[in-house]
């Protein structure tokens, strides 16, 4: 089976990079979001970090112009039942996943895959709110933040998936330029499952006073080549966002290790989210030169 179309739903830093990213790739694409406003911010993103890809001489302003030619942004469901897949990176709630799902299983024609971006859910309890026949074309496709830049795709199978369909999700990776790993449909998957229990000791050595906040970032990127230290990583990912994959990871396995620490959760309570917030373990009011919060 060939992908030409590909449909994504949500416009947000995920949807935005994976369409960004499979216009890049040649693909015709249509963003889906819930309002104008929503769609425009985020081609604005895109538009912009083309323009920087440009500036950068990565691509030309020909390539430039060709792929923003290649996206079109819709409010619309149905403008997607002619895509060949559907690659969703909404909200990480599971009953609007399954409503969304269920309303675009009867407008897909019946070969369409759906795969999904959720970085922590059941794939599994997402795809059993569609058809039978939808279920064995129902995938995993985790992609990572910043998506035009991170190189890993992770293509998560069900019990369910059809073999073919598995296999044409995992040269659709390969096709966006990324490089597909395999992962059976487990909380956390490969990279969360390793990921959140060192982000979350990183947190737990921070209480405990092992280090201070730019210590055991250093530590981390310049002791073991990280990009970025764990509590840079943090505030670049969410600590919201954190928090909430850690309560579904412990939620599933029961294991201390996927447990959020007390601190993690005070800091969400009390609104330091990172980046997105301006605050999380630095201070982002001078963005170029964050500074450690003070946290005791
Ligand atoms: N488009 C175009 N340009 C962009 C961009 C984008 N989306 N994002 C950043 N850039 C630009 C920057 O503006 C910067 O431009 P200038 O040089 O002109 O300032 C340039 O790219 C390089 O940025 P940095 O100086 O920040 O460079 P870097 O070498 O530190 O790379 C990074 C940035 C790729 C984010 C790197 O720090 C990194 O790999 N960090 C780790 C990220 C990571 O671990 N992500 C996974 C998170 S986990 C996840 O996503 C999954 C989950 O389920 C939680």
Known sequence: MEIK????LGCGLMGSGIAQTAATAGFDVVVREVSDELCE???TG??????KFAEKGTITAEQQAQIRGRLKGTTKFEELSDCDIIVEAIIENLETKRDTYA????????ETIFASNTSSLSITEMMTATSRERQRRFVGLHFFNPVPFMKLVEVVRTILTDEEVYETAVEFGRKLGKVPVRAEDKSGFIVNRLLVPYLLDAIR???????????????MKLGCGHPMGPLTLLDFVGLDTTYYIAEIMFDEFRERRFAPPPLLKRMVMAGLYGRKSGRGFY??????????????
């Open 41 to 43: 911010r985020g081609f």
């Open 46 to 51: 895109i538009e912009k970090s083309l323009a």
């Open 103 to 110: 309303r675009l299983d009867g407008l897909c024609k019946p």
């Open 283 to 296: 201070d982002y009011a001078d963005a170029k030169n964050p500074v450690p919060t003070n946290l005791v």
């Open 5 to 8: 179309k590909v449909g994504v």
């Open 205 to 219: 050595a921070l209480e405990e006073g092992v280090g201070s906040i730019v210590d055991i970032d250093n530590g």
